[in-house]
């Protein structure tokens, strides 16, 4: 019965995974070059936020906020982990 199925196709070129630490690599070390190439920090000078809108931006620095993101990331890879095994080839 197993003879019957067909051979496993290969996949041909590059892994999702693969590509996207490569992209990861060539941003981070783009940042890097302009940081430490220049000499000068990476500041774009934002004008200042409206009141309402600086209340909003400070609750998103909170770390119990990150806390709680990274929590809930975990948590979804854990309950689909085959399935992410399966599709990107973890």
Same mark, same amino acid.
């Given at each position: 019965?197993? !003879?019957? =199925?067909?051979? *496993?196709?290969?996949?041909? @070129?590059?892994? *999702?995974?693969?590509? !996207? &630490? %490569? &992209?990861?690599?060539?941003?981070?070390?783009?940042?890097?070059? =302009?940081? #430490? @190439?220049? %000499?000068?920090?990476?500041? #774009?000078?934002?004008?200042? *936020?409206?009141?309402?809108?600086?209340?909003? =931006? !400070?609750? =998103?620095? $909170?770390?119990?906020?990150?806390?709680?993101? @990274?929590?809930?990331? &975990?948590?979804?890879?854990?309950? #689909?982990?085959? $399935?992410?095994?399966?599709?990107?080839?973890?």
């Amino acid at each position: 019965m197993l !003879a019957a =199925l067909p051979a *496993p196709q290969r996949r041909t @070129g590059v892994s *999702p995974r693969l590509f !996207a &630490i %490569g &992209i990861g690599t060539v941003v981070g070390l783009g940042f890097a070059t =302009l940081k #430490f @190439g220049t %000499g000068a920090s990476v500041d #774009f000078n934002l004008p200042a *936020p409206d009141p309402e809108t600086a209340a909003v =931006l !400070a609750q =998103l620095t $909170d770390p119990k906020l990150h806390v709680a993101l @990274g929590v809930t990331v &975990i948590t979804l890879a854990f309950v #689909f982990w085959r $399935d992410l095994r399966r599709r990107v080839g973890l």
